[in-house]
């Protein structure tokens, strides 16, 4: 099966009709409500030496240690200053080995909770060989806009 292949078929696993909307660079982006644990501001974030440039460190999350990733980096985005707006998503994301376990990612802004029906979600379009498009679910038919779904398992997964 190629990358395309895989795509096309993204849509059937879509479950949830609940997203959480949020922008980076401009751009709407949404996760499954099911995922996400809570909204915080930006913490100070401990660095953590020779990691990545997109894992900002951990934050100390109520006695538990979470790691927080910038999604402009992750994405190959480019860096912005962060502002009142920014914050961290704590979501509950498959990581290594497939246990389930807390990752801060920090955010432009976060956008609302949309409902979001299975018959407006459309495979996501093959992009050309060089564009990564695994981390995406679907894109979601909002009016004339369009909203890219997330697979977060595979975007924080993927290096």
Known sequence: MNKNDSNTSSSAKVSASKYLTFTLANEVYAIEITR??????????????QA????????????????????????????????????????????????????????DAVSEVMNIDRANIAPTPPLGARVDTEYILGMARMGD???????????????
């Open 52 to 107: 990545p440039r997109y894992v900002k460190g951990v934050i100390n999350l109520r006695g538990k240690v979470v790691p927080v990733i910038d999604l402009r980096l992750k994405f190959g985005l480019p860096s912005e200053d962060y502002t009142e707006r920014t914050c961290i998503i704590v979501l509950e994301a498959a990581m290594d080995g497939g246990a389930l376990d807390y990752t801060g990612v920090v955010v």
């Open 36 to 49: 996400v644990k809570e909204i915080i501001g930006l913490h100070d974030i401990t660095l953590v030496p």
């Open 145 to 159: 806009r369009v909203r890219i779904l997330l697979d977060i398992d595979r975007a924080l997964g993927a290096d």
